[in-house]
Structure formats: C-alpha cells, structure tokens
C-alpha cells in the first residue's frame, strides 16, 4: 500500500503518499502502542465520524497516552484529506502512535504522532451476499484483566492475524475466536449475530471491541420491532441457529454461511438488517 498516488494527513500536513515514513525504533513498532480506527464514508459523509474519534481518544488513554489533536482537529481533519483526495466513498483509517526517541519498554516522553490515510475499498468480503465460510480460531480472547479489550490496539490484533492466516490457509475467508472462558466472542475485524425462532441473539460485549457497527445494528433490529438478546453464547449451541451474520465498518453486515461445521441461510431478519444498514449509511434512512 506505499506506492500509490496521494496524500497522507500526517502530524498536521499532508504528505506525498509514498513518503509517508515512521523510523524503524518507533516504539509502536517494537511494543503494539498504535491506536487506531477504521471508518467508512458513504456519498460524502463519513459514516459516525465523531464516534471514531472519540474512540481513538479513548483507546489512547487506555494504553496512557493522550493524542495531541482535539476531537474536532481530527474531524476536520479527515474531512479536508477526503476533499483533498477527492472521494465520496472510501475507507479511512486514523491511528496513533508513540514515537521513536527512546527505545525500550517505557517510552513515556515520546512524541505521539497522528496520521489519516484513506482509499477507496469496496465489500470486504467477495459476492457478500452469499454469505461467509468463517472457521474456529484456536486462538481466544484475553480476559479484560489481561488486556484492555475496549481499545482498539495494534497490540490486541495480534491474534487477529494468525487466526485469519490460519483459516484462509484452509479456504474459510475468516476465524471466529471463542474468549478466555469459552464463550463465543468476535471475528478477526468483526462482531457477531446469531438468530433462532426470530431472535436475535450476540454475545455480551465485556472481552472484547464493542463495535460502532454493532451497536448501530442493534438500534436498527430494535427499530424494526426485532426481539435482542446479549448474552454469554456457548460453542455447543451455533448448531441451534438458522441466521448468522456478522458486522464491522469494513465487513458492513455480512451473511454467514457457514460456522465452525454449522450451515446457516440468511432469511428475513438477516435481509432486513443489511438493507437498513445500507440505507442509514446513505442518508435513505434515520434512526430517531
Ligand atoms: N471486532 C474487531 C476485532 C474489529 O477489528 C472490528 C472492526 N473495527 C470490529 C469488531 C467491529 O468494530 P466497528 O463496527 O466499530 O468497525
């Protein structure tokens, strides 16, 4: 992704996209300190633009680090490099990091520096709509007390990664991860939603990133009048579901096919929802 045409927003100026460089003793490099998000705009507007960024605030301040940009710099921000680029659709991606001026564990006078970068990215996911072969992870998630599961950091992807390799190298196009007590818990850049009997049912979020997307698509089913349920969801159980899918700002809301060995075939609900996503991210559609 470094040779290619553009701007990168980076410390407050835009920089030639191939020049846009970090040293190799950047302690985000060495330690996973990077903070990061991932949004989507959809006909000009970023989709929960402020939500983005103040998550990225917040996962900084977890990992004890305060980006040097207000909310509102880094809104505009995005707003000025997606005028610059020139897109009206695209996927953004801001992130935070500590710099390189100390090398070791501790690097609590290092510069943090801010960079946006952005690119035109369609479905995460070829032909969606037919739904995913997602496979088990053999890797969990930590307990809360391991890590700080509600930021969204470099650091927390590592098993992202190899659980994703891991299940490509066998076909499937991503990994469920079960969490540290067994429950069933995300995908690799995704939350999940199961449905029997007409409700929907997704694990409670207290391991792991409660994604914007997730929450919006539960206003959305609350919105139609669907029944929602969060609760703690065991393995055993995926074969007591019907419908299956999963969300993300990259992934949307994307059918499942298949989970683990257990077939599912998107019906009504699963339809509904994709289709009120769509429509909220253009505008077609508000939510009071
Ligand atoms: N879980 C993980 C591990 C993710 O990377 C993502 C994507 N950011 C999500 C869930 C969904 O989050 P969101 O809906 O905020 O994009």
Same mark, same amino acid.
């Given at each position: 992704?470094?040779?290619?045409?553009?701007?990168?927003?980076?410390?407050?100026?835009?920089?030639?996209?191939?020049?846009?460089?970090?040293h190799?003793?950047?302690?985000?490099?060495?330690?996973?300190?990077?903070?990061?998000?991932?949004?989507?705009?959809?006909?000009?507007?970023?989709?929960?633009?402020?939500?983005?960024?103040?998550?990225?605030?917040?996962?900084?301040?977890?990992?004890?680090?305060?980006?040097?940009?207000?909310?509102?710099?880094?809104?505009?921000?995005?707003k000025?490099?997606?005028?610059?680029?020139?897109?009206?659709?695209?996927?953004i991606?801001?992130?935070a990091?500590?710099?390189?001026?100390?090398m070791?564990?501790?690097?609590?006078q290092?510069?943090?520096?801010?960079?946006?970068?952005?690119?035109?990215?369609?479905?995460?996911?070829?032909?969606?709509?037919?739904?995913?072969?997602?496979?088990?992870?053999?890797?969990?998630r930590?307990?809360?007390?391991?890590?700080?599961?509600?930021?969204?950091?470099?650091?927390?992807?590592?098993?992202?990664?190899?659980?994703? @390799?891991?299940?490509?190298?066998?076909?499937?196009?991503? =990994? !469920?991860?079960? &969490? %540290?007590?067994?429950? $069933?818990?995300?995908?690799?850049?995704?939350?999940?939603?199961?449905?029997?009997?007409?409700?929907?049912?997704?694990?409670?979020?207290?391991?792991?990133?409660?994604?914007?997307?997730?929450?919006?698509?539960?206003?959305?089913?609350?919105?139609?009048?669907?029944?929602?349920?969060?609760?703690?969801?065991?393995?055993?159980?995926?074969?007591?579901?019907?419908?299956?899918?999963?969300?993300?700002?990259a992934?949307?809301?994307?059918?499942?096919?298949?989970?683990?060995? @257990?077939?599912?075939?998107?019906?009504?609900i699963?339809? =509904? !929802?994709?289709? &009120? %996503?769509?429509?909220? $991210?253009?505008?077609?559609?508000?939510?009071?």
């Amino acid at each position: 992704y470094d040779d290619r045409d553009g701007w990168i927003w980076q410390d407050g100026v835009y920089v030639p996209w191939r020049e846009a460089k970090v040293h190799v003793l950047t302690h985000s490099l060495h330690y996973g300190s990077t903070v990061f998000e991932g949004e989507r705009a959809y006909e000009g507007q970023i989709f929960k633009s402020e939500e983005h960024t103040k998550r990225l605030h917040k996962s900084a301040e977890l990992l004890d680090y305060k980006i040097p940009y207000s909310e509102d710099e880094i809104n505009s921000a995005k707003k000025d490099l997606m005028a610059k680029m020139g897109f009206t659709d695209c996927y953004i991606r801001a992130f935070a990091w500590r710099g390189s001026e100390m090398m070791g564990v501790s690097a609590q006078q290092n510069t943090i520096h801010l960079a946006i970068a952005m690119w035109e990215w369609g479905n995460y996911f070829a032909d969606k709509m037919k739904g995913i072969r997602v496979t088990m992870s053999k890797w969990k998630r930590p307990s809360p007390e391991t890590i700080p599961s509600a930021a969204k950091a470099a650091g927390l992807y590592m098993i992202c990664t190899m659980s994703k @390799h891991a299940a490509e190298q066998e076909g499937y196009a991503d =990994a !469920l991860m079960l &969490d %540290y007590r067994g429950y $069933v818990s995300e995908l690799t850049g995704a939350n999940i939603f199961l449905i029997k009997d007409n409700v929907i049912h997704t694990p409670i979020a207290d391991c792991f990133l409660d994604g914007i997307t997730r929450r919006t698509v539960i206003d959305l089913a609350k919105a139609r009048g669907f029944e929602l349920v969060e609760r703690h969801i065991k393995p055993e159980e995926l074969s007591d579901f019907s419908e299956c899918f999963i969300t993300g700002t990259a992934a949307e809301v994307t059918p499942v096919s298949e989970l683990a060995g @257990h077939m599912y075939k998107p019906g009504t609900i699963t339809e =509904a !929802l994709v289709s &009120d %996503y769509d429509a909220l $991210v253009r505008g077609q559609l508000t939510l009071s």
